[in-house]
C-alpha cells in the first residue's frame, strides 16, 4: 500500500493492486496541498464528516471522474446524490468492499453539517475509517474528533489498526498530548499526525507531539510525513 499525505486530513491510499483512494479530499481550498484537483484521478473518495476543510472539492472531482466512487455517512450520500454523484451511504460500525479493499466507518466525536451552505445543514454524524488491504494491513483515518475511550475498546482492542492517522491540530480536534494518549489507546505500529499548521488556528509542533508519543507508546513509531511525499507499507 502507497500513502501520501495531500496536506490537512487529505490522504492518498493505494493499494497493491492499484485502487486510487483519496480520504476526505480538501484540494483546492487547503492552503497544505500544491495540488489542483484536475490533478488527481481516484477510483475511491472517503469522507468523514460534511465540514468544508473535508468534504472539499469531493463534486467537482466526481464530475471529473465519472467512476468514481464516494463512501461516506448516509446523509452526505443523499446530499451527493441529489448533485448526481455515485456516492454509497453507510453508517458506523458498516464495512464495505471495494474491489480488494474493506472500508469500515467506525465514530468520532466531533460534529458535522455542510458549513459551506448558508443553512447548514446537518450532515449526519462524524465519522471515522478502518482500510484494510489485501495483506490485512490496516489503517485508520480518525477524521475530526477529540478523545474518547473506544479508542481503546473498540478501535484498539477489536480493530487493531497498524498505522494510525490522527489529527493534532486542537481547537476543532484533539491536541498533541491527547493524540499521544489516542496513540497508547489504540497502539498501532506507526502513528501519523494530520490537521495540523494547515491554518493558523492549529498551529502545533508535530515534535512535541512524537516526544509524547515516545513516552506514552514507546513502541509505535511516528511518521511526520511530508506533503505529497510517497510512504509504502
Ligand atoms: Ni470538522
Ligand atoms: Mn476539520
Known sequence: MKLKWLGHSAFELVSDNGLDIIVDPFIQANPACPLNVNDIHPDVICITHGHSDHFGDVVEIARNNPNLVVVTNYEI???????????VGINCGAEITINDVKIRMLDAKHSSSLDFDINI????????????????????????????????FVIGEVYKPDIAILPIGNIFTMN?????????????????????NSFPSIRQDPD???????SRAPDCETLIAEVLRTYEF
Open 77 to 87: 450520500s443523499i446530499h451527493l446524490q441529489r448533485e448526481g454523484v455515485n456516492s
Open 121 to 152: 445543514p446537518y450532515a449526519g454524524n462524524p465519522g471515522s475509517f478502518l482500510f484494510t488491504f489485501e495483506n490485512d494491513l490496516k489503517v485508520f483515518h480518525a477524521g475530526d474528533t477529540g478523545l474518547f475511550s473506544d479508542m481503546k
Open 176 to 196: 498533541p498530548t491527547e493524540a499521544s494518549i489516542a496513540t497508547s489507546w489504540i497502539s498501532p505500529k506507526v502513528v501519523i499526525p494530520m490537521h495540523y
Open 208 to 214: 512535541e507531539f512524537k516526544r509524547e508519543v515516545e
